[in-house]
């Protein structure tokens, strides 16, 4: 390396300073053969001690010369180091410590307010008075499915837990380099990440922590294409740093060290990059190889960040990313060290926030309750906003209040253009246009950040005068830059309005451009049939389908768009034209022949189409088959499995837990149910005739469920091979399971094999309940071998009439006894463990770091 030839320079120059003598004392007091020292000249010991030294041989070269009293060419050599590596020990500590309270005060400035809502730049107001108390979990929950983010909130809702404090997300027993930190649009990421900045640059949390910057992709897009070094990267978009006099040599040092951990390095960074998601930069996060970039280099500001997140950049560094959940799978597992999400307003919260504004109207806390589309998605805190500023319209004018999402956002809209025209603005409906089809055209490329020049296309050439229209700034807002960025960049208030308006840009685009926007074949324009809305509707479903989730809110605003209450409504806006006749049931048919074709999985999001449509046929059919009792699988067609999917999703009860024997105790009930299991909380299966292929079924529920945290599987014909298939999913990180009970499933030591891998990797299983299997003393030493696992976070253990004997107790106890601090009950009742075996439990017991309780009453008299 190019170091490596500098320094091996710098020694030969210094050596070449020695006088003859001073050189011979040198050549003694250095760690080479005798054999060598005696004809080596200054350039045969110079590349001896780099080939023996490395990159230390500098300062093995400057304590030979200090021994020898060459105090002066020491100290030299020492600087002229420092020159070419950016050595640490160049910057002393009292100037890392004046560079960090200098960062921390441009910072906390910097962080100190943030504008009130869509004010822009014009009223500030002070973070910690805007800034509300979010729900953040630790992140060991699989990453997100591949589902619109409304419908995984409307699956699973928000559970009352406890939640970390911002300061604490990245408290870990492991190495922690890159954290994840996923929540849906609008949840609160970013004011996250400013109360964590400002949190430790005030100097109270997180003191270890030597520098902080932060990144918003959204500003990185605006420098696709060109090319900067790291330094540079910094001093451009955290102009803050500026105060870091130093800071290409420590970038240097940093670079150069053989230290890959964080924990270890001599200067902590923080590296932040908010809001993946928003991101127009082309990542290549998959090349696995391991390079060592020339941290002064210029590179691509995409293969700059991409190498930073990849650890070839600053290994030693910390990278923290925030993302909506979709765009989490951009970065593979592999790079992601910790996970934590944030998460909305609680059901209590919500309930407090609308009680707080409707104090004496209870029937409007009931109504919003009975919506649960509307009420789950008021945990985000700005949807909560915008449905009291609806209802309190609506209670003002004694109005009915809206029932469907598409209802609520309509009315929101209306409300807001009604505003516009007091202040006398002409263009209020032109500008709603240019916004949805701003809306729409960005929608399709998954896009939630647009420039001045995105306006122009859609156009909007004057947003001034949009802002002056009123309706511009309720649904749509400029983005204020976290730094002193001059180029400007906007975003709708939601991605939900955005989804709003681009289906009502669709619906413009037929009424008044007879065009169906959303036909790829060119053949835009439509020759006015019978029922046009019908084609559009039949694009938009293959659409929604091929999207992967993203088209899925877009999807239930355009159908309940095509209601005739909502068209009066917005008869001004659509112009729906006078012969214009449109029937539901087409609608309905178009949807129902869709649902016979999916799996139930994919069809949920169908179903709130028809919900939006305000058609419940299969979910009353599927009532009427409850109301008979178990349902007959053979006599169920596709739709009544999707219907019935829906129906228990929709269920507080059958989340809270689910139980299949109620419904369809078979192997195929459980396939065709495996929705519910992965949304429930707990999932009661015990006697349903399962075997292998369920196991291997369940292993991909748990690998990628946010919510199971029981599952029984008691008195099912498992077997070792379907237990196996089962470990599969326990041991992935992402598994959530706490309780796990497997009495009766002709389980043997094979199982216990599994079992034992499963405790040495899992971070949340804490009981296990494997009483009546035929495990004996094989199968009980087998899972001793992962009870010993420090890793191990098991709690309790049920093992009755399992036929374990003195060898086993024995092997169990020895086990304890390396690792005695996590098990805390044990149930042995049944088993002959002789006398022997319960001496070796009881020893365990007086381990003073353990708490383990056994029945010795209970197991005597079982056994």
Known sequence: MALDMNIKDLLLKTLEGLGREDFKKFKFYTDLPESVKENADRTDITARLMNKHGKNAGEKTIQIL????????AQKLRNDLAKITGSISSVDNKQIGKFK??????????????????????????????????????????????????LQMEMCGVAEEESIQPCDIFESQEPLRTMLTVGFAGIGKTFLVRKFVLDWASGGTNTDVDFIFPFAFRELNLEEGRSFSLAELIRLFVWESK??????????????????????????????????DESRLK??????????????????VEVLLA????????????????????????????????????????????????????????????????????????????????????????????KELPKTLTEMYTEFLLYHLDKSKERDSRKSTAYVKALAKL??????????????????????????????????????????????????????IHLTVQEYLAALYVMMSLFQDNKNVLDDSGWTRLVWKRNPLAGVHKAAIRKASESEGNLDLFLRFLLGLSLQCNQDLLGELLKVPENYRHSKAETVRLIKRQIERNSPEENINLFYCLNELKDE???????????????????????????????????????????????????????????????????????????????????????????????????????????????????????????????????????????????????????????????????????????????????????????????????????????????????????????????????????????????????????
């Open 66 to 73: 200090e021994n020898n009293n060459n105090n002066n060419l």
């Open 101 to 150: 309270r200098e960062l921390q005060e441009n910072l906390r400035k910097s962080y100190l307010t943030v504008p009130e809502g869509n004010t822009g730049h014009s009223r500030q107001e002070p973070l910690e008075n805007v800034y509300t108390e979010l729900n953040i979990s630790r992140g060991v929950a699989g990453l997100p499915d591949k589902q619109h983010e409304v």
């Open 243 to 276: 105060a870091i006099k130093m800071l290409d040599l420590i970038l240097v040092s940093l670079q150069e060290s053989a230290n890959r951990h964080y924990q270890s390095s001599e200067i902590k960074i923080l590296f932040v990059l908010d809001g993946l």
């Open 283 to 300: 990542l290549d996060l998959s090349d696995e190889r391991k390079v060592d970039p020339d941290v002064t280099g210029a590179y691509p």
């Open 307 to 398: 190498h930073l997140i990849k650890g070839n950049l600053l290994p030693c560094a910390r990278v923290w990313i925030t993302t909506r959940p979709q765009a989490a799978h951009d970065i593979p597992p592999r790079l992601v060290d910790g996970r934590t999400e944030v998460k909305g307003f609680s059901h209590s919260q919500r309930l407090d926030y609308f009680r707080k504004r409707f104090p004496a109207e209870e029937d409007v806390i009931q109504h919003i309750q009975k919506s649960r589309t509307v009420f789950i998605m008021c945990h985000l805190p700005i949807f909560c906003w915008l449905t009291a500023t609806v209802l309190r319209d609506h209670r003002k004018h004694g």
């Open 439 to 492: 809306a729409f055209q960005h929608l399709m490329k998954k896009q939630q950040i647009f420039y001045e020049k995105d306006l122009q296309e859609s156009g909007l050439d004057d947003p001034q005068g949009a802002k002056d229209s009123g309706v511009f700034t309720v649904v749509f807002k400029e983005v204020p830059p976290l730094k002193k960025y001059q180029r400007k960049m906007f975003q709708f």
């Open 617 to 863: 046929s299969l979910l009353e059919q599927i009532q009427q088959y409850l109301k008979k009792g178990k349902l007959y699988t053979w006599d169920l067609r596709p739709a009544m499995w999707s219907a019935l999917v829906f129906f228990l999703r929709a269920s507080d009860e059958a989340m809270s837990c689910f139980d299949l024997r109620k419904y369809a105790p078979s192997e195929k009930g459980l396939r065709m149910l495996l929705p519910v299991v992965m949304a429930s909380q707990k999932s009661v299966l015990r006697g349903c005739w399962l075997g292998k292929k369920s196991c291997e079924a369940l292993a991909s529920v748990l690998s990628s469920s946010r919510t199971l945290s029981h599952l029984d599987l008691s008195w099912n014909d498992l077997h070792d091979d379907g237990l196996e298939a089962l470990a599969a999913g326990l041991a992935k990180p992402q598994c959530t399971l706490q309780v796990l009970r497997l009495r009766g499933c002709w389980l043997g030591k094979k199982s216990c094999e599994a079992l034992a891998s499963v405790l040495s990797s899992s971070r949340t299983l804490s009981h296990l309940d494997l009483s009546f299997n035929k495990l004996c003393d094989d199968g009980l030493m087998a899972l001793a071998a992962g009870l010993a696992k420090p890793q191990c976070t098991l709690r309790l253990l049920r093992l009755v009439w399992c036929e374990i004997g003195t060898r086993g107790c024995v092997s169990l106890a020895k086990a304890l006894r390396s690792n005695p601090s996590h098990l805390q009950e044990l149930d042995l009742g049944g088993n002959i463990i002789g006398e022997e075996g319960k001496l070796a439990l009881a020893e365990v017991q007086k381990d003073p770091r353990c708490s383990l309780k056994i029945d010795w009453f209970r197991m005597f008299w079982m056994s």
